[in-house]
C-alpha cells in the first residue's frame, strides 16, 4: 500500500486502533468453503524465498518482481485458469520509461457482461520484501482463486483476478489495465474487491472499505458471524481507486499498517497465520455472495 494524500484520518486510523478445503458442490449458491493457513502461507513463504534470492525486495522493476508475476502465473496456470501478463510503460520522476507487468486470470464461464474482479498489488518497495505489504493480500487472492477452481465454481457472473504491479509508485498498474481496457469491457465491471496488507491485525479490528452502495456486506456479515469488529475507512487508498474513479463500486479491507511498514523487516516472520487465514476466508465468503449474478 502506497502512502498518498488520503481521506482525514484513513493512516490515522491504521496506527492509532493500531485444515484444507472444504469440497462444496459445484454450483454458486452452495454455502462458502473455508480454508486453513497450509493453503495460503505456502504462497507467502514462496514470495519470501523470491525476496531472498533477488536482493531482498520484490519491488517494481526489479528480479524479484518478474518472479513474483512467474510464480503467480504458475499457480493460476496449474489450476485452470485462462491467465496472461499484461504489461505496461510508465515514465518515473527523472523521465525514464520502464516496463512493469499485471497478471489476470479469468474463472471460464459466467456473464462476461458482468464480471467480478478480485485484486492485489504483488509489488513491494525497494527497502524490503514486502511481505505484508502485499505480499499478504496477494497471497489471500491467489488462494482465493484456487479456492475457486477446486470448488469447480460455476458462478452466474463472470470471476477474473488480478495481481497488479507498480502500486507503491501510485497504482500505476492498476491504472494502466483500466486505460486500455475496450469501454464495453470496462462498463462489464459491476465489482471490485481489493486487498492490501491482510496478514497483521495492528488495530483490532478488521478496516473495510465501504462507500455506502452496499458491496462491503458480505465483509460486514462475514466479521460480525465470528465476532471481529470493524471500521468503515471510506474508500480509502490503494488500487480500487483507480476502479472507484472510473464510477466502478468497490470494496475490500486491511488489516492496518505494522510496525514495518515500507521496512526490510516487512519479512514472512512477522504474519499472523490465523489473521491472513481469517482475511483469506473473508474475501471466499464475500466472493461467494457476489458470484450469483446479483450486481452490487
Known amino acids: 500500500m502506497r502512502k498518498r494524500a488520503l481521506p482525514n484520518g484513513m493512516v490515522a486510523v491504521g496506527l492509532l486502533l493500531a485444515a484444507a478445503l472444504t469440497p462444496t458442490p459445484a454450483v454458486a449458491a452452495a454455502a462458502p468453503p473455508t480454508v486453513g493457513a497450509g493453503a495460503v502461507m505456502p504462497h507467502l513463504t514462496a514470495l519470501q524465498e523470491i525476496a531472498d534470492r533477488n536482493g531482498d525486495t520484490r519491488a517494481a522493476g526489479t528480479p524479484g518482481y518478474t518472479e513474483s508475476v ?99 509508485l501510485g497504482e500505476l498498474g492498476s491504472a494502466a489495465y483500466l486505460k486500455h481496457l475496450p469501454s464495453r469491457q470496462r462498463k462489464a465491471i459491476g465489482a471490485y474487491l481489493n486487498f492490501d496488507m491482510t496478514g497483521i491485525d495492528t488495530t483490532g479490528m478488521w478496516l473495510v472499505v465501504d462507500t ?22 471510506g474508500v480509502g487508498s490503494s488500487d480500487h481507486v483507480s476502479f472507484a474513479d472510473r464510477g466502478i463500486p468497490v470494496s475490500g479491507f486491511t488489516t492496518g499498517i505494522d510496525a514495518c511498514y515500507h521496512l526490510a523487516c516487512d519479512r514472512l516472520e512477522n504474519i499472523s497465520p490465523t489473521v ?21
Open 212 to 233: 455506502g452502495d452496499g458491496l462491503a456486506k458480505g465483509f460486514y456479515d462475514y466479521f460480525a458471524v465470528h465476532d471481529i469488529p470493524t471500521w468503515d475507512i
Open 276 to 296: 491472513q487465514t481469517t482475511s483469506t476466508n473473508a474475501i471466499i465468503y464475500a466472493l461467494w455472495g457476489l458470484s450469483d449474478g446479483k450486481r452490487a
Open 70 to 168: 512467474r510464480y503467480v502465473k504458475g499457480v493460476l496456470d496449474r489450476a485452470g485458469f485462462r491467465t496472461r501478463i499484461d504489461e505496461f510503460v510508465y515514465v518515473d520522476e527523472k523521465g525514464v520509461r520502464h516496463t512493469s507487468q499485471n497478471v489476470i486470470a479469468d474463472w471460464p464461464g459466467g456473464d462476461d457482461n458482468d464480471v467480478v474482479m478480485v485484486g492485489a498489488h504483488l509489488d513491494s518497495v525497494p527497502a524490503g520484501p514486502g511481505i505484508n505489504d502485499n505480499g499478504s493480500g496477494a497471497a489471500a487472492v491467489l488462494a482465493t482463486a484456487e479456492v475457486v477452481a477446486r470448488a469447480h465454481l460455476v458462478s452466474r457472473r463472470h470471476l477474473r483476478f488480478a495481481w497488479w504491479g507498480a502500486e507503491e
